[in-house]
């Protein structure tokens, strides 16, 4: 049997896209767009999450596309539907949210109407904890509210499958980890 060959995928991990100098989870529309520029000029090809499981399992026989990268939003700033969702129509770059669904309809975050709105602009939505907690702080039963509530709100108000994590600050403890694998998570996504 052939050895199957290794893909090694980058993962460009976004936040707020805002004007707030010296804010290092904040970048500016304008940054943004230089840099989704450069990738679309250097021939990189953004793909959806759905493609880069397929092509992380190599199941489907699915060929990679030319410098495949993966565009990541965590926590769900309403600016990613007024900033970054245009820039990224304009080249029809698909990206990913990691949404804390907790947190919605404070005018901060991204309501209901606005995720169906990058939904429907091509990006998958994904659960990040129901309100951003620092997990390993948690007892185990915290965080199984935090991982399978917020999956099942997303899941209810989309329609889709919610079965990609993001763990809030990047961190985790081995009751998180059983916790996904328990209910049936298939990817982890750290900083």
């Known amino acids: 049997a052939t050895p199957t060959a290794k893909i090694s995928i980058p993962v460009l991990n976004y936040h ?20 989704m520029k450069y990738l679309h000029d250097h ?7 759905s493609t880069f499981i397929d092509l992380m399992e190599n199941e489907s026989g699915l060929t990679a596309p030319v410098n495949p990268v993966l565009l990541t939003f965590d926590d ?16 029809n ?3 990913t949210l990691f949404m804390s669904p907790g947190m919605v309809d404070d005018g901060y975050y991204l309501n209901w109407e606005q995720v169906k709105q990058l939904q429907k602009s091509g990006w998958d939505i994904q659960p990040h904890g129901m309100t951003h907690p620092h997990l390993p702080q948690l007892t185990a039963e915290q965080q199984a509210f935090e991982i399978t509530e917020a999956r ?13 994590f993001c763990y809030p600050y990047g961190e985790y403890n081995k009751a998180t980890l059983k916790i996904l694998k328990d209910h049936g998570f298939r990817y982890a996504f750290t900083i």
């Open 76 to 91: 769900g700033y309403a600016d990613n539907v007024k900033e970054a969702m245009p820039i990224l129509a304009t080249y």
């Open 16 to 35: 707020s896209v805002n004007i707030d100098p010296g804010n290092v989870v904040v970048i500016s529309p304008a940054k943004l767009e230089q840099q």
């Open 43 to 49: 021939g990189y090809t953004p793909i959806s999450l």
């Open 152 to 164: 099942k709100l997303i899941e209810e108000k989309l329609g889709t499958q919610a079965d990609v």
């Open 93 to 95: 770059f698909p990206a």
